[in-house]
Nanobody, 125 residues
């Protein structure tokens, strides 16, 4: 079972990037999804999260600059990052707080706290 994140890269201050995260096709139910980030020498922190009903939460540092969205039919979550700042530089991880998936033998598994592999965002001129 995997969460696959993509979309990181290099952006200039004031620029934009869009991160995407897709859950593996074996997942048929998924809870709240979110994006966390970890800068060198810092702890991982929540950037934004969104419930299956669409309720969103943002950290104060990204509010009004970042927008999280999800497609429940495709089990994807996106993070649109605008007005990027150098302090946004970090490895960004997508997360699902719980998910149910089906194994090849049709066994259903329930899991908590799923993480993607991380994608590096660098904001620099």
């Amino acid at each position: 079972v995997q969460l696959q994140a993509s979309g990181g890269g290099l952006a200039q201050p004031g620029g934009s990037l869009r991160l995407s995260c897709v859950a593996s096709r074996s997942i048929f139910m998924i809870g709240a999804m979110g994006w966390y980030r970890q800068a060198p020498g810092h702890q991982r922190e929540l950037v934004a999260s969104i419930t299956s009903a669409g309720s969103t939460t943002y950290s104060d540092s990204v509010k009004d600059r970042f927008t999280i969205s999800r497609d429940n039919a495709k089990n994807t979550v996106q993070l649109q990052m605008n007005s990027l700042k150098p302090e946004d530089t970090a490895v960004y991880y997508c997360n699902a707080d719980w998910a149910n998936w089906r194994l090849p033998d049709s066994t259903i598994v329930a899991g908590k706290d799923l993480w993607g592999q991380g994608t590096l965002v660098t904001v620099s001129s």
